[in-house]
């Protein structure tokens, strides 16, 4: 294993720092950690408002708690677009040299104007239903279905801010009128162009089928999806994909189409055949589905990031155990971040597709599984070591020992990795301060 840490160190390392010396990818990771404090801190009411104890959100929406609880989590996590846009927008403007709140605010306004601003729903008239339309943003493309689209838009607009505003275009003030001011009407003209472009590029893809930017991305990385069937192959190849474009920071939800059509078919076709006494129809896509997702249990990457030297991992890996054990990924993989470093590209993208496979060769061969479907409908929060087992049995719960053992080793060299280039800025940021101390004392005593 020292070896392998050596090997990959000497080869990670120097391209890792290569690559964050890129002000675009400098900008991504400073972004996404800058957004940890929302989704660890909501975290906890997220795990309380979805607790997987049967009938738990009917009691909770019994005695009137439950509305709240999904106000909290759609205000941090509903939104969280939002906080990518202008986060991700002050980093890179930060990078750049150029005015950080004024792009940040550019940035924000432009994400929401290329949002669709009207929702069909349906109201009563004479008695009649009928659909209308109501002036509203979709809370899907202020969460994770806008997140891709809200990042490429906070880099864009940052940096066309940037380039512009170096074109003698910002109107110039009095000496006599207040700093505040003046950033804030001098950009007048660079942001009335900006969003010129922005009015251009969403009038563009009005013209198209999709009607709107959003719509346009999903259903480009869906059309391909869309034919599959719940079939082992369908379910490595979405899962793989997922775990894919998620490390690009494309959250899951863009492929919640073709992936939810699949689970409702395996979950109702399963359903059905157990109650009936019959041999399950997708006993084998379901067994993969869930040897991948116990693969990218994230428990162990927190547990070992606790025994981590650096201050920061230790911390956030603290921070980050209890949610990851109920399935909340988004404070590590914003955090740490994953999300776009390149320490973390292996075992984010190849951990899953291993199990995929490992799983289909072992549940063919010498590990036949007996599934109980009805544990499918526990809570999303529920621990993977809990509905294993109990979905299962014993060798359910193997499989589960051997896809969580996979992604023991695939992960654990890459965190130390990643241990020890954090641990080695902490050094070098302290032995700064020490010096510029000793400074201090010699112009002092001098």
């Given amino acids: 294993m020292e070896k392998l840490e050596r090997f990959l160190s000497s080869k990670l390392l120097p391209l890792s720092q290569k690559l964050q010396q890129n002000k675009v990818l400098a900008a991504l990771m400073e972004g996404f950690i800058r957004t940890s404090p929302i989704t660890l801190g909501i975290a906890f009411i997220t795990i309380i408002g979805n607790f997987p104890i049967p ?6 929406t019994k005695i009137g708690i439950f509305q709240h609880i999904e106000a909290i989590t759609n205000g941090a996590t509903g ?10 927008a002050f980093s890179y403007a930060k990078q750049l040299g150029t005015n950080e709140r004024n792009a940040s ?19 009563t008239q004479n ?21 891709f689209i809200g990042m490429l838009v906070a880099l864009l607009i940052t940096r066309l801010y940037a380039f512009l505003s170096k074109k003698n275009l910002m109107v110039k003030l009095p000496d006599s009128v207040p700093p505040m001011v003046t950033q804030s009407l001098s950009p007048v003209f660079v942001v009335t162009i900006i969003f010129v472009l922005v009015f251009i590029l969403r009038v563009l893809f009005g013209f198209t089928k999709s009607g709107t930017i959003f719509q346009f991305f999903i259903d480009v990385i869906n059309a391909p999806l869309n034919s599959l069937v719940a079939s082992p192959l369908s379910i490595i190849i979405i899962m793989e994909l997922l775990a894919v474009l998620w490390f690009f920071g494309i959250h899951n939800a863009v492929l919640q189409g073709p992936l939810g059509a699949i689970s409702m078919t395996m979950i109702v076709g399963n359903m059905t055949a157990f109650q009936q006494g019959q041999k399950l129809p997708y006993l084998l896509p379901s067994v993969i589905y869930m040897g991948m997702y116990c693969a990218g249990f994230m428990g162990f990457v927190t547990f070992f990031m606790i025994r981590s030297k650096s201050t920061k991992m230790k911390q956030l890996g603290k921070l980050s155990f209890i949610p990851s054990l109920f399935n909340i990924t988004e404070p590590i993989m914003f955090g740490m971040p994953i999300i776009l470093n390149p320490i973390f590209f292996i075992p984010q ?5 291993i199990a995929g496979f490992l799983t289909w060769g072992l549940t063919t061969t010498i590990l036949p599984i007996s599934l109980n479907p009805t544990m499918s409908l526990l809570p ?11 979905a299962g049995g014993l060798n359910y719960t193997i499989l589960m020992v051997i896809c969580m053992g996979l992604g023991i080793i695939m992960w654990y060299p890459f965190i130390k990795i990643a241990d020890k ?15 510029q101390e000793e400074v201090k004392q010699e112009e002092i005593q001098a």
């Fill in 105 to 123: 605010i550019i940035s924000l306004a432009s994400f929401i104007m290329l949002m669709p601003q009207s929702v069909m729903t349906t109201v």
């Fill in 349 to 353: 993208v190849f951990t899953q597709l």
């Fill in 55 to 60: 009938g738990w959100t009917d009691y909770l």
């Fill in 127 to 147: 008695g009649k239903a009928v659909e209308q339309a109501v002036g509203a943003l979709k809370l899907d493309y202020l969460g994770g279905q806008g997140l």
């Fill in 380 to 390: 999303w929060t529920t621990p993977t070591f809990v509905k294993m087992p109990f």
């Fill in 79 to 88: 939104v969280f677009s939002l906080y990518v846009v202008y986060s991700l």
């Fill in 421 to 435: 280039k954090e641990y080695e800025l902490e050094i070098a940021v302290e032995k700064q301060k020490l010096t």
